[in-house]
């Protein structure tokens, strides 16, 4: 069984930082991505962030340029580090990991999600 953890939402005024951690714990042999989705309410679940195992990162367009996403593989944790938020920036972010490989196979992981909260 494989967990994933977000931490680090919260409420923040427009213009402010933030930065999400999502650590994956459990029988994992290889992570080959990890991402970072948010959800806004009455809306659609939306790609922000990926990571590759080998470093390729991909942005939404609505981020590019203000959140920066990272790992650390001896950690086998994620971060997405968010600057100049905006008030439609407010969500709850969640973790995914995708095609994972544990000791059963290879399956696809979520976080709880994390919310985080921009006031203008």
């Known amino acids: 069984q494989v967990q994933l953890v977000e931490s680090g939402g919260g409420l923040v005024q427009a213009g402010g930082s933030l930065r999400l951690s999502c650590a994956a714990s459990g029988n994992i042999l290889t992570i080959n991505a990890m991402c970072w989705y948010r959800q806004a309410p009455g809306k659609e679940r939306e790609l922000v962030a990926t990571?590759?195992?080998?470093?390729?990162?991909n942005y939404a367009d609505s981020v590019k340029g203000r959140f920066t996403i990272s790992r650390d593989g001896a950690k086998d944790t994620v971060y997405l580090q968010m600057s100049s938020l905006k008030p439609e920036d407010t969500a709850v972010y969640y973790c995914y990991a995708p095609n994972l490989q544990d000791v059963s196979g290879r399956h696809d992981y979520w976080g709880q999600g994390t919310q985080v909260t921009v006031s203008s």
């Open positions: 990571i590759t195992r080998g470093v390729t990162i």
